[in-house]
């Protein structure tokens, strides 16, 4: 407890000021909006935080709020602190991700692209993004998460590749490759 007060009094807030502005938050506009936040579904992490609180504010003991939500004792101790300081709104995630490489435009464009096709390699769909958009992912998946927005899927080969295409592929006449079809997913 005394590690905490030291936090609390960096802040220049004492702990019985911390611990009163928590109590009267149940006549104070900040439960009800933490009640509101709490109700509109947070994410994940988020609504452990807003629980610390609201379970804090009725007198439940920090060792059951530990067992309840599965959280540290640090966890509840400084969610605690952060929203005595600066409210509901602290409580909310603070990363809001990056912007992708594509527009919605350019996406819709690439989709169009795709259906024009029945067939498809990933190479092609590659040459195509980094030729019309100028763009290289580095991961694959953005290309597979492209055929699939697009509702094309990947179709399995047979078991067993025919005789003569085997020759052919060990011969260096035919390169293996994947293809993507247009299919209808429903």
Known sequence: MGRIYFIIETQGISLDKCMQM???SEESSDLKDLEDFIRSNPHPQELKRG???QMLSEQIPISKIMKILGVSESF???WKNIFALDGVEA????????EGYLSQKQQEEIHQFLQSKSAWTLDELKYH???TYDVIYQSDQSYHNMFHEAK???KKTQKRTPKRIQRKLRNGVLKSKIYWRNVQIA
């Open 152 to 154: 094309i899927s990947w």
């Open 76 to 78: 509840v101790l400084k």
């Open 51 to 53: 629980l610390v609180i």
């Open 129 to 131: 993004v980094l030729v």
């Open 22 to 24: 928590i109590s009267t």
């Open 91 to 98: 409580l909310k995630l603070q990363y809001a991700g990056s």
